[in-house]
């Protein structure tokens, strides 16, 4: 079992930066992949970032590339995304997820994680 928690989001002006992060619980923490989600109102829920657990090989959506990175501290058991450049199109809802999936095209994917947080709003303001 792995308990995630969320935490940096908050209300930003365009073009001004966050860092999330995420806390995990449990001994195998760098035994999961981790990935970020978001989910904005009346939108279904969409990736955004993830770091495989095998070979720390990162993977993020077009939408954010070159703006948002994923990083992870085995030793800390935390998963961060620093999020800069932000636009009012990033606002949402952002989870952070963790399962053993290895490949791109799982990783991706919600089904791809077995364990979720509760959820950080980010607000961007224009």
């Known amino acids: 079992q792995v308990q995630l928690v969320e935490s940096g989001g908050g209300l930003v002006q365009a073009g001004g930066s966050l860092r999330l992060s995420c806390a995990a619980s449990?001994?195998?923490?760098?035994?999961?992949?981790m990935g970020w989600f978001r989910q904005a109102p009346g939108k279904e829920r969409e990736f955004v970032a993830a770091i495989s657990w095998v070979d720390s090989n990162t993977y993020s959506a077009d939408s954010v590339k070159g703006r948002f990175t994923i990083s992870r501290d085995n030793a800390k058991n935390t998963v961060h995304l620093q999020m800069n450049v932000l636009k009012p199109e990033d606002t949402a809802v952002y989870y952070c997820?963790?399962?053993?999936?290895?490949?791109?095209?799982?990783?991706?994917?919600?089904?791809?994680?077995?364990?979720w947080g509760q959820g950080t709003q980010v607000t961007v303001s224009a």
């Open positions: 449990g001994r195998t923490f760098s035994s999961y992949s």
């Open positions: 997820a963790a399962g053993r999936a290895v490949y791109e095209h799982t990783l991706i994917r919600s089904a791809g994680y077995d364990y």
